[in-house]
C-alpha cells in the first residue's frame, strides 16, 4: 500500500465486499439455518456501518448458477419504509437477494445427482475484485478495501484456475481476502486465498456464536490490523486441482513452461501447448548406452 | 576412469630462468613424481598432492614454452617444460580434477566412470560452483563421493547452475570490418586499360550486406541470367563509372545495359527503408522545420569523391549517388552487425543466408498493416503532457513467493492435525431434496427474516463469552507456540546445532528423493542399481533423524520431532513405493531380476 | 479577558467533559451511542464490537492478550477513550483489572445493531415538498450561509445579508475573537486570527461550543442540545423533514442552526421543514478526519506572488490578515506577501507557522500535488522575518559581582547552572547575571556560603 498512501483515508475507513454463500443445495443441509445465518451477517454488515459513516458494505451472492451484487451501501439510499424491525439496508437487501434467488433458480436446468455442488465463488470472487478496481479509481480518497467470504459449500476443483488468478489479482492489489468457512469441511480455496492475500480465515467451531465470530474477528479493520493478533490457521491446505480432470491432487505433473497442473502424464500441454515428449525415457535410454559400459 | 596416473617427459625448473631439468613427471592421484633422466642430477621431486594449492600454465600460441606451474601451500611453486601443448593440457587437466577433489576427501579415491570425460572448462565449472556453495558441496561430499550418486547423475539435476555459469561468458561475433568498401581500390597495371578488382567473399558479404538492390539481383541473376564472373563484372564497371562521377556515360551506360543500370541506379531497397526509417521517428520532431538549417541536405557536404569536381546535371540525378548515403548505409550495417554464420567460402550460399535473416528480421520490425495508428498513438504518446493528468498509479503489491520455509511450517502443522477435513476432497453428502424444495426453503428464510426482524437477541450473552474466551485462548497459545515475532519460525528456538543437522538432512533427503522418484519407472538395470543405492542411502538417515532426536533437550523434542516428521513421512513413501514395484517386478519378471528390456 | 488558545476541540472531547449523571442521561440516546462509537479510536471500536455480547466483565489481561507487540500504545489510548467516556465500566476484582460495557450504552447499540436506529421523524413524502434542492445546491447554501456568518462575525459592516442572530449573541461569539478599545473599531484578537485561519469544522465547533455553553446559561439542557445536534447529524443530508416534529427548544434552535448553514430552511403550502446540510452531517466525524479536507484555492510563487482562486470575500480578508491584495477580478484574488504585511500580522499575533500551515492546507489542488506545496523560499523568508522580530528576548534577571572569592563564584555559578537559571557569567571579573526566578535561592545559597 505504500505506493500511494495519499489516496487512502488515514484511519479506519474501509470498504467491505462480503460474498454470501447462497447455493440452496449446501443451505438445505446445513446445521446453521439461513435465516439465523442472515441475522448474523445482517447485524454484523449493520455494525460496520455504524463504525464510520465512510464505511461502506458491497454484498455480492454467490449462487449456484450465477451470482450478482445484491446490496451496496454507497448507492441504496436508505429510501425505503422503515418498519422498526430491522435496519434500513436490510429490507432493501432482503428484497434483492430474494429477486435473485428467484433469477438464480430459474438458471438451473438438471437436478444435481445426489451431491452438494460448488458454489460459483469465482464468479463472485471475481466481481468483487472488479469493484475494488472501480474504487480505486475512482475520486481522490478512497478506503481501504478487504473481502469478506462468508463460504459454506464445498470446493468445486474444476474452479481452481479463476480462483486462483483472482486470489493472485487480489494480492497484486494488495486487496486482503478474509474468509469465514461454515461448511462442516475446511475449504482448500478459502485458506490459500487468505494465506495469499494476507487475510484472516477461521473456521468457528460454535456457529451460535457466528456473529461473535465476526464481530471478533472480521470486523478488524486493516489500520487496526497492525496492532491485534488476530487467529492464524495452523496450517494450510496449499494442493492444486489438476487441469485436466479437475481433482484435488497431492502430487501430480506441472508443465514445465507455463506452470499447469496435470494428474496424468500428457504428451502435450493442453493449456500453453508444449510438447513434453517422452523426455524421461528417452534421456534414460540414451544414457542407457554409455551407462552399460561400467557394469559389462 | 580416464587415466588413474599421467606420465609425461617434462623438465623440472624450480625459477623459471632455471634451465631445468629433463626427466619424467609422473602424477597419481596421490602424488607427484618427478624423476630426472640422469639419476645422478639433484632434483628429484615427490609431493603429495594435497600440499598443492594451484595451478598456473602459458597458453597456447603465446611465445613462451608449454609450462605448468603447480604452487603449493608454503608459496612455494614447481615448474615443469613439456615438450608440447598437449602433454601440458593432459597435465593440467588431472591437476585440476585432482585438485577439485582434493577440495573435499584428499584421501578417498573417486568413484568415477569412463564416460566422464570432462573438458577442463566444465572441470573448472563445477570445481568453482562447489567451492562457492558450503551447501552444495556437503552434499556433493556426502552422496557423490560415499558413491551413492555419480558425478554426472548429481550434476545431471544441476544442469542449469552449469549453463547459468558458463553463459556468463560472452562469445563475441566477429563484426564487419569499418572500412568502407568504396575502398577497394581498382589496381591498374598502367600500360593497358584493363582495371582489375579483387573480390573475396569477405568483400562479397559486405556489398551484399550494404547493397540490398545488389544482392536482389545477385539472386535473381545468378545462376540462371548470368555466371557469377559476369554479374561481378558488370557490378565494378558500374563502380567503376561512379568513381569516374561521370554521370552522363553512366546514364548513358545504363540505358544501353539494364542489368547494368541496376547497379548505377539508386538503390530503392534502401530509399524505401529509409522512409520506413523516418516514420519511426519521434512524430513530433518536425524534421521539415530543420530543412535548410545546415548544409547536410546539399549533396555530398560539398565534398566531392576522389577530389574530381563535376557538375552533375540534374537529368541524371537517378544515377548520382551521394557520399553521405553510403557513410551512413554503412555505419548502419556495421553497427547491425553481422548476422550470418555462414562459412564464407560459397557467395551463393551467403546471398541466401542474408536473405533469410534479413526476412526475419524485416517480419519482427513490420506486422501488419497497422503502422499510421501505430503512429497515431505514438504522436498521442509524444504530445502527452503530464501537468494535465493525475497519476494512474494504483498501488500495487509485487508478487512474490515468500520464504518456503514458512510453506513447510504450515505444511508440517497440517500434516498434524488429525481432523480429515484437510484430507478428504469432497465428501458426498446426500441431500435428497428436489432444486425447487432448496429454493423454496431459502426463499422461505428470508420471508420470516423479513417479517420476524433479525433474532433478538443475535448470540447469547454466554456463546458470546464462550467464543470470545476461546478465541483468546487459541490466540495467546499461538503466541507461545511461535513466538512474538510472525517471522520467527520454530527453527530458531532449537539450538544451532540441531537447527543446522535439520536443515542439513532437508536438503539430502530431497536430494535423495529427487534422485529417486526421478528414476522411476526403472527401465534399465542401471537405474535398478541406481534406485538401490538410493534406497540404502535413505534407510540409513532413519536412525540419524532418531540420533538428532535423542540430543535435544526435553522440551524441545515434541517441536522437534514435529519438524523430522515430514521427514519421515517423505522418506517412508518413496520406500514405500520401492517395495511396492519391488514385489510387482519380481511377480512379473522371475525369471530376470533385474527386470531390464 | 480569558486568554484562551483556541483548540480545536473535539464535539467528544466536550461530550467526556460531562458529568457522569449527565453522560449515562446521554446514553439513553441510541443515537449518541453511535455518535459516540463512531467516535472512538479503531481498537477502542473493535472493543467495544467483541464486548457488544458480553455480559460478564473481562479480564484487561484477555484484551492485551490480542495485542502485537507495538500495539500497546494504541491500547492504552483506546482503553483512556472508553473509560474516559464511561463506556467502560472498571472493575477491580482480586487483583485484576476487569472492564465491563456500560450497560446502558449495551442495550443500546444492540438494539441499534439489531432493529436499525429510528429517528424521531421521517422524512417528509416527494408529494409535498415537490422539488428539493439538488445536493450541489445545498452544499452551496451552506457554503454561503457559514461564509456570511463569519464576515459577520469579524466585521459586522461588510455582510451583505446579517442573520437573524440577535447582536447579544453574536457578541458572544465575538467574545474572545474580537476585541474593541474604546470607540475604535473593533479589532481581532490573537484567537480571533486563529479562529479564521482554521478549517470549517473546527469553527463550526468552537461555535456550537460557545453556543451551547452560551444556551445552558439561558436554562437549556446541555444533554438536550447535544443529544439534538447528534440526533441531527444521523438525518440524510437532502432530506426533507418537517419542523412539526421539533420541541419548542429545537425549533428555536433549528432557526439559529439555519443561520450557521447547518440545515436549510423551507416553507410549502401548508407545512415548512428543514433539510440537513452536509455540515450537519459532519458533526458527528471527528475532526482530525481528513474527509472533511476542503478543496484548496491558493496558488503562492516563488516571487511572494499570490493567486487566490476564489470569488469568496471570506477569503479575501483573511489573505489580507498577511497579505497585501492587489487586485480583486471576479474569480480571483492577486496579492503579495510583503514584509510589511507579515510584520501587520504577526503584530496581531498570527504565528509564521500559522501562516504557514494556512497556506499550505488551503493550496490550490495543482500545487497540492508538488512537494512542497509552498515554495520553500517563500516559507523560510515568512519564519525568518518572525524571528527578526524576536530577535531581542527579555529576561528579568538579576545582576552579581563582588564575590568575596573565587570558590565562592564558582559554586554560585554551579548553582545557578544546576537550576537552570545562568544567563551570562564573566569569569575573570567575577560577575553573572541570573535570571530573575532563581534570585530568592540564589540569595539563600550565597548566605549559606558566607557562613
Known sequence: MASAPSKLYADDVSVVVVLLDTNPFFWSSSSLSFSQFLSHVLAFLNAILTLNQLNQVVVIATGYNSCDYVFDSSSDLNRSFENGRMPVMCSSLLQKLEEFLIKDEQLSKEEPEGKIKSSLFSGSLSMALCYIQRVFRSGALHPHPRILCLQGSPDGPEQYVAIMNAIFSAQRSSVPIDSCFIGSQNSAFLQQASYITGGVHHKPQNLDGLFQYLMTIFATDLHSRSFIHLPKPVGVDFRASCFCHKNTIDMGYICSVCLSIFCKHHKKCSTCGSVFGQAQTEAASASDKKRKTPET | MASAHVTKRAKYKTTIKDPGTPGTLRMTFEKILFVPHNPKSAGKLDVEFRYIKGQKHTKEGSNKPPWLNLTNNQNGSFIFEFENYSDLQECRDFVGKVLAKGGEVSEKPTVAYPDEQLSATEMELRIKLLQEDSELQKLHKQFVLSGVLTETEFWATRKKLLDREASKKTKQRLGFKSAMISDIKPSTDGRTNKVTFNLTPEVILQIFAEKPAVHRAFLSYVPNKMSERTFWTKYFRAEYLHSTKNSIAAAAEGAEDEELAVFLKQDDILASEARKKIRRVDPTLDMEADEGDDYTHLPDHGIFREGNKEMTESQNELYKRSLSQDINRHAAVVLEGRAVDVELEDTKAVAEALAQSKQKSSNKGESGGDTSRERLDRLSRMTEIEDLQGPNTLPLAPLCIKDPRDYFDSQQANALRTSGDALGGIEQIKCGLSTQEVYGSLRESISLIKAMGLKEPIVKPEVAHQVFDALTNSISN??????????????????????????????????????????????????????????????????????????????????????????????????????????KRSAQSGERPNGYV | MPQVKIIAKNFMDMVASLPAIKLDLLYRNQFICEAILRSLPPLAKKYVLQMLYIDIPITSKSLQEWLLADGSSKHKVAIDRLIQLRVFEVIDRKKETTYKLNSTFQTNLRKHMISGGILPREPMPQSVTARLPTSEELDAYAHEQWECFLLQLISSGQAEKSTSFSSSMMRIFQRGLLRQRDKEAPRLTESGFQFLLMDTNAQLWYIIREYISNSEEQGVDQADLIAFLLELSFHTPGEAYSLDTLTDDQTTMIKDLADLGLVKLQKGRKESWFIPTKLATNLSVSLTDSSSRKQGFVVVETNFRMYAYSSSKLHCEILRLFARVEYQLPNLIVGAITKESLYNAFENGITAEQIVTFLQQNAHPRVAEKIPSVPENVTDQIRLWETDLNRVEMTPAHFYDEFPSRDVFEAASDFARMHNGLLWEDAKKMRMVVKAEIHMLMREHLRGQNK
Open chain 2, 478 to 583: 499461538t503466541k507461545y507456540h511461535i513466538g512474538k515475532n510472525p517471522q520467527e519460525s520454530i527453527l530458531d528456538r532449537l539450538p544451532r546445532k540441531t537447527k543446522e543437522e535439520l536443515l542439513h538432512h532437508w536438503t539430502s533427503i530431497l536430494e535423495l528423493l529427487k534422485h529417486f522418484w526421478a528414476s522411476y519407472p526403472i527401465t534399465t538395470a542401471y537405474l535398478y542399481a541406481k534406485v538401490n543405492r538410493l534406497k540404502d542411502a535413505m534407510s540409513n538417515i532413519y536412525p540419524q533423524l532418531e540420533e538428532i532426536k535423542g540430543s535435544v533437550p526435553s522440551e524441545l523434542r515434541h517441536q522437534v520431532s514435529l519438524l523430522v516428521r515430514p521427514m519421515h513421512q517423505a522418506l517412508d513413501a518413496a520406500i514405500q513405493h520401492y517395495e511396492a514395484s519391488m514385489q
